[in-house]
């Protein structure tokens, strides 16, 4: 199960312009990322009129779902409004971390974006599980407070504390997408073989970060 | 799980509009329907440009939801295409009937829309368990074949080769949206409670079919 946690905020505060940085600096550390938006008024539009899928719905159908080589959509009507825990469970089994932006009211973590223009003190308190504030003032509360731009002073924040950061080199593989669990031992010996592969090819001069991806089938 | 049966036939021969009549027939009949629709292109258009949700994707999110008291929302990034098994699987539990438009290398029973100016036979064989054809003209093969325009033969067709209409009277219980399921002797109990008060009302005249819905908590 992913990691979650909840960045919220009044409304234009900028809370979507704050993930679009967030989210890529989490991505190249190499984590994958996965968001819940909440809409609490039912305002979102998604799909376009006329399309197939979208007539599928007009003529009743509950569920809709769009499958193609590289992407997958979902459409659902629901009757009660879906928790959090059940959205994570079902939807993101594959992510490692996920933001939601909004659900305030939820039972995560929360990292709230603060602005002096907008208010004088965060929406939210350490009883509601916030334990961070992105902002442009100062905020008397003691959880760790960082400046808007700084993405990765957040970003070391959200490793360190919630996905267990391993010191010191780490593999990750991953089958059509899936994580595959390794114990330290083989983590070991297949990063032994495959560096000492790689560190004999010409220009490999002790990267950071060594990212690999195999295609074996070709559609 | 739901019923599975894949709609067919060449390209522009009408099997959106087919479902346009299909999905309210089916839904009329007390059917929850689902539909995935096949894009062997990568083609599909969805949700809309500078949406939040949308710019979560564009920084890099491999999941996307968007929660709302009356609707979900999801689109995910995939390496290998997600088969109809899987689809079914996760994303349909609910669902009572699920049609695919496309997926004609699938495993599933198939329906075929043939039309006389686009085609001299169909597509699909029996061996692709092809099991009737909808149709402009007459086509030799030893499976039942519908017009068009004959929905409502369509609808009988399925409820009886896919969802065992059970005869005579049945209940069927929906909670928050999850099929109760009940044993018969329970049915019977509930149901005749239900129409046992049901029938003393005014205007109760012998319904065909009783729909109930109750809400229970004001949002």
Redo the contacts between chains.
């Keep these: 199960m992913p990691a979650v946690l909840s960045i919220v905020g009044r409304s234009k505060v900028g809370k979507?312009t704050f993930?679009?940085?967030l989210?890529?600096e989490m991505?190249r550390r190499g984590y994958?990322?996965?968001?819940?938006?909440?809409?609490?008024?039912?305002?979102?539009?998604?799909?376009?009129e006329g399309?197939?899928?979208w007539?599928?719905r007009?003529?009743?159908?509950?569920?809709?779902?769009?499958?193609?080589?590289?992407?997958?959509?979902?459409?659902?009507?629901?009757?009660?409004?879906?928790d959090l825990d059940t959205?994570i469970a079902?939807?993101?089994p594959?992510?490692d971390l996920v933001?939601t932006?909004g659900?305030k009211s939820g039972n995560k973590a929360k990292i709230e974006i603060c602005r002096k223009d907008l208010q004088s003190e965060p929406l939210c308190s350490q009883a509601d599980r916030l334990i961070a504030v992105v902002s442009d003032f100062s905020i008397p509360l003691e959880i760790p407070s960082f400046d808007l731009e700084n993405i990765v002073g957040v970003a070391d924040f959200i490793e360190e504390r919630f996905l267990g950061r391993e010191k010191g080199p780490n593999i990750v593989l991953?089958l059509?997408?899936k994580k595959l669990p390794m114990k330290s031992f083989v983590k070991e010996f297949v990063m032994g073989g495959i560096l000492g592969m790689l560190s004999s090819l010409r220009g490999y001069e002790n990267p950071a970060q060594v990212d690999i991806s195999i295609r074996l089938k070709k559609?």
């Design positions: 979507t993930l679009e940085k989210i890529p991505s994958r990322v996965g968001t819940i938006k909440h809409d609490a008024h039912d305002h979102f539009e998604i799909d376009h399309k197939d899928s007539r599928h007009e003529a009743g159908a509950q569920t809709v779902a769009i499958g193609s080589p590289s992407r997958f959509a979902l459409m659902k009507k629901i009757e009660k409004e879906l959205i079902t939807y993101f594959d992510e933001f932006e659900y991953r059509d997408g559609d």
